[in-house]
């Protein structure tokens, strides 16, 4: 399958979200809001490093249809998932108690009740495109569809940039996972037609132009179909490596070290492991200043061997990739790509591929066929068309 079936459907999933709702609780909703999910073009493991990243919006969206209520109760259901309507009281909500998906939605209720807004219930509905487990972080995307709706339905008068810190910290309180603020900013805060720098130490944002459609550019997203078991303990080694090296530097985060200065500070650590995690982090963060240089001159073909830089990065220096994901942006790259690397957090998940729309079923079918020659199973391919962030759609 190519990844241009694999868009978006056009038949307005509005409406069938509004048509949900009316059937499931007997009147229509007050709103429907969106929001997508996200792929990240450049900057891996640098957000905890106080560094750059740089993730666009997909056209894949979660479409929410929501009512106020009054009297406490939040009934929530999705399209998405087997089962009847959800139904949780807003003053019994507690972090770590809901491992369902609706402790997504609920999680946001609870920290915006937390922080002292008053939320006193709702009707929610929702169906979301953006595909689970491809590592398009679709968890946000439901989280920020329900702080914009919640928001523009109580009048609470938060900015983007606040509804993005809510959304993390349902994920990181309410749900339990510990993610970082990039994948709620970029569905909050993303426009389209550009890839979005985020500066992870003091949340500051900047639309860096990235319109692919004009320039006769696609980016792919390659699903790899896997995830390899040791991704959890090897994301904490990266850490405290990291974290060892900017000790053993004097630098209170990495993202302290001018890319100027990286072979002298690599020639000063002693601990081959550190060097290389090191060498990782500044590169990567050199790299996001040099892709944003390009797309600033118009010069997005350009990027291309900045991005497979950032995967001989990934894979040599933080060990982070699989062959499966080495596969993908090797046969891309010789079948005509313009550059790819792995994308996410690692040992599995998805690639990004910038290709000449011309080139792009070329591609697609060689890292098919190559998976297939490889005995792995089919990837999935999507069009990360740069979209346009949460919005209010009825
Ligand atoms: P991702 O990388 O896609 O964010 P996560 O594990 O963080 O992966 O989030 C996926 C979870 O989000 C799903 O297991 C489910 O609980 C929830 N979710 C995502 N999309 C939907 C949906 N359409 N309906 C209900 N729950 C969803
Ligand atoms: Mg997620």
Known sequence: MGAQQAEQPAAGPEQQ???GFEK????APEGVWAAPGRVNLIGEYTDFNEGFVMPLALPHTAVAAFSRRDDGVLRLHSADIEGPVVELHVDELAPLTNTSWAAYPAGVVWVLREAGHAVTGADIHLASTVPTGAGLSSSAALEVVTALALNDLFELGLTRPELARISQRAENDFVGVPCGIMDQTASACATEGHALHLDCRDLSIRQIPFDLPAQGLQLLVVDSRVKHALGDGAYAERREGCEEGARQLGVPFLRDLPYEDLDAALARLSDERVR????HV???????????ALLDAGDVRAIGPVLTAGHTSLRDDLRISCPELDLVVATANEAGALGARMTGGGFGGSAVVLVETADADTVTKAVEEAFAAAGYTAPRLFLAVPSEGARRVV
């Open 17 to 19: 979200v509004r048509d």
């Open 276 to 279: 290389r995690y090191v060498r």
């Open 24 to 27: 499931l609780y007997g009147a």
């Open 282 to 292: 500044v590169s990567d963060d050199h790299r996001v200043d040099e892709v944003i």
